[in-house]
């Protein structure tokens, strides 16, 4: 369910936006969920003296903020203390979640791309942007390994707030995914992309209302701004591709979102997926040798 035009655009531009794709109803599931997170992460933090309000009056696009004023390494995704949220949250597995990944809005969309056997990437995150925070210039492809660089796989982003030139949307480098995989060097803040590869001047942001759609295969190269504002930039990116094609993360199973010829094939809820995800890592944990990055990390 995309139009030639939808396609044509995606196809040259690198990328395509469904403004107000989702409704309210649609993302209170996956929201209430995230606001559990929280809320269980506030509730550990307090009881152990390290936070001294739960602020639940405040909204969700601010909650976690304040609490991430006093604690900050509770989003820190390197941080292996037991109350980081977001070291975990970032990979939450959640019904709700799970659920929305597999939401007929999103798959009727990709599916005029991938075909009718869809595969959910490995690759997804739960994406609380916090103030003075920002996703580093990169390819989705600069995170795989090069095995999936035949694959299209295709990103969906949908920010649960309305992102703006303030709060950090994402920005994107209309044309430029037809170049394969750029060079990348690793910083503290993730692998990044050079400037003299992708000028400023050719980073176009996308600020999109709350229930947008934002799609693009792992070729464009893309970023957000800075987040400004004193409130969280909440969204999701999701990954789809066809069944059965490279995935660039050999390392960790994605699941089966829709399948036409055999539907009883799909995964059913989000414990099966979390156990094929434990399953496989414990492999894998075997090889740590195998290589899990393109770029070398000095
Ligand atoms: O939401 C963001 O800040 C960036 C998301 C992103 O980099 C991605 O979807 O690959």
Known sequence: MLSDLQIATLEGEGYLIIDNLFSADDLWPVQEEFNLLVEHQAQALYQAGRLSDLYQDLPFERRLAEITAQVPEIVDVTATDALALFSEGRFHKGESLFQFMKHPKILDRVEPLVGSEILCHPSYNVHPRQPGGYTSPHQDAGYYLPDGDQTLIVACLIPLVD????????????????????????????????????????????????????????????????????????????????IGAATGRWYVPGFVARSR???????????SWTEAVSEVKRQA????EWPRNRWPRT
């Not at 003299?196 to 942001?205: F, G, N």
């Not at 799909?266 to 414990?271: I, L, W």
């Open 163 to 242: 992102t703006t030139l303030d709060n950090g949307c994402l920005w994107v480098a209309p044309g430029r995914h037809r170049e394969g995989v750029l060079r990348h060097v690793w910083a503290e803040d993730g692998l990044n992309l050079l400037v003299e590869d992708i000028p400023m001047s050719e980073r176009i942001p996308v600020p999109t209302p709350a229930g947008s759609l934002v799609m693009f295969g792992s070729m464009l190269p893309h970023g957000s701004l800075v987040n400004k504002t004193e409130t969280i930039r909440w969204s999701m990116d999701l990954r789809y591709q066809a």
């Open 261 to 271: 010829s055999n539907p009883a094939s799909e995964t059913a809820n989000s414990q």
């Open 285 to 288: 944990d075997k090889f740590p």
